[in-house]
């Protein structure tokens, strides 16, 4: 490959690295600190979970138990008393987890779930449909919107909401208020008031961030029909946090897992209201579910009730990980040079044929040095009978076994040689082999007769 080639595959390299790490330092891959809400047990996701979890192991004299398998295995034959936390964006459950769960509150335990989307395997187990018929005030219309935005009492006649009713509620549930800060407040006899305005709002850039804070309505609670007992609430009057009875036991359920996380938890006010929240649980053994988190978007998905394509990507994860992402991007640049280096289409290697050479002369003088070496004169003479002889067998096809006078008579007649030649060479021959001692004349001789054989005969 030329230098040219090179240089533009060294200059590609370079321009891919550089969008590589800048695309990496827009998806936190070069901060010190992860600002998603990852909900993992890490120091430096800001929004994670490592400060509740030591929290709950310096409060109980019994620690935590991590849950890393399916509820349904984790629970098969537990015994012993104690509480299952969940904190996370969403649960995914299938109908043996939730049975699991429900079965394992069911015989006098506790379950506190803090999450943003509430699994229809376990609210059908332990929630009672909302079938009841109320009439509304003429004019007032009740405040309900989705998840994204609030819905315009302007856009609805009047007469569409005169009566309304709690139409086939089978599953709890949440709605979402979205605004900079919150105020969170607790019930119960542990609460300390309102919290600060500015407890929960979000900074980047120095600029407050909108977030979207849940709670469950009123219209969909059922307080009555699940005997349900409201323990907090977030601004003022919208339920965030209730218990949920289920035969022996209690679920807690918490809307809003981002006071949780381990920003909010260095706030002393907001590890009092923590603390406020957890103290619903007396037992000392802590199951922390780890296993079970999902994203929203997959958990509304599983519910049913997806409004929205998630904005994730498929490499968002990836790209999340410093190891991950590094290995990605190392993987698209050898992709891409191997295309570059490989593109050209490659020809066969023609292989150098060597010319052939005569080797007869080679081969004679090689044979000759051996005999000369060698002084057997009368090795030579019986080489140069029975080459003659096989010259007879293959071009006159005469039979050489006996050189008697039939032999004689049949090589005259075919070779046009006269008798008398023919027997000189026989009898030269055959003194030859009764001789002790053959001179180089004799054998010169005798190569002269043959030769004067292949010089007459046709």
Excluded at 28 to 53: A, C, M, P
Excluded at 221 to 238: F, Q, S
Excluded at 438 to 458: C, D, L, R, W
């Amino acid at each position: 490959m030329s230098n040219r080639n090179y240089y533009i595959a060294a200059i590609i390299g370079v321009v891919i690295l550089v969008l590589g790490v800048r695309t990496c330092s827009n998806s936190n891959f070069l901060k010190r600190y992860n600002w998603s809400e990852t909900y993992q047990d890490k120091k430096n996701h800001v929004y994670g979970t490592y400060i509740i979890k030591r929290f709950i192991e310096y409060t109980s004299q019994k620690g935590i138990k991590n849950i890393d398998v399916k509820l349904s295995k984790y629970f098969e034959g537990q015994t012993e008393i104690g509480n299952y936390i969940f904190v996370g964006e969403a649960m995914l459950f299938d109908d043996s987890d939730a049975k699991a769960l429900a079965d394992f509150v069911a015989k006098g335990n506790n379950a506190i779930i803090s999450s943003k989307v509430f699994p229809n395997t376990l609210s059908k187990l332990i929630y009672e449909t909302c079938l009841e018929y109320e009439e509304a005030e003429e004019g007032v219309f009740e405040d309900l919107y989705n998840e994204e935005d609030y819905v315009d009492e302007t856009d609805y006649k009047e007469e569409e909401y005169d009566a309304w009713k709690y139409s086939d509620i089978d599953n709890i549930d949440f709605l979402a208020d979205r605004d900079t800060s919150m105020v969170l407040s607790l019930d119960s006899g542990h609460s300390t008031g309102e919290q600060s305005l500015d407890l929960y709002k979000t900074y980047k850039n120095s600029k407050a961030q909108e977030r979207n804070w849940y709670y469950m309505h009123d219209s969909v609670a059922c307080l009555i029909n699940n005997d349900i007992t409201v323990l907090g609430h977030l601004g003022g009057d919208k339920i965030n946090f209730f218990e949920l009875p289920h035969e022996d036991g209690s679920f807690f359920i918490h809307t809003n897992p981002f006071v949780f996380t381990n920003e909010p938890m260095l706030s002393d006010q907001n590890a009092e209201y923590i603390a406020g929240v957890l103290s619903n649980c007396s037992q000392e053994n802590w199951y922390w579910d780890e296993y079970s988190k999902t994203d929203v978007n997959r958990g509304r998905a599983r519910n049913g009730k997806q409004n929205h394509i998630s904005s994730k990507g498929p490499l968002s994860y990836i790209l999340d990980q410093p190891p991950l992402a590094w290995a990605w991007y190392c993987l698209l640049v050898m992709g891409l040079l191997f295309l570059l280096f490989k593109a050209k289409r490659k020809q066969r290697v023609i292989p150098v044929l060597v010319e052939n050479q005569n080797t007869s002369l080679a081969f004679i003088n090689t044979i000759g040095n051996l005999y000369f070496r060698k002084n057997d004169h009368g090795q030579l003479c019986d080489d140069q009978f029975q080459l003659w002889l096989e010259k007879i067998r293959t071009q006159y096809r005469i039979n050489t076994s006996k050189q008697d006078d039939e032999f004689v008579t049949k090589l005259s007649l075919k070779s046009k040689v006269p008798i008398e030649d023919l027997r000189s060479i026989i009898d030269f021959y055959q003194n030859i082999q009764s001789s002790n001692f053959v001179s180089e004349n004799t054998m010169i001789q005798f190569y002269q007769k043959i030769n004067q054989f292949e010089i007459q005969s046709k």
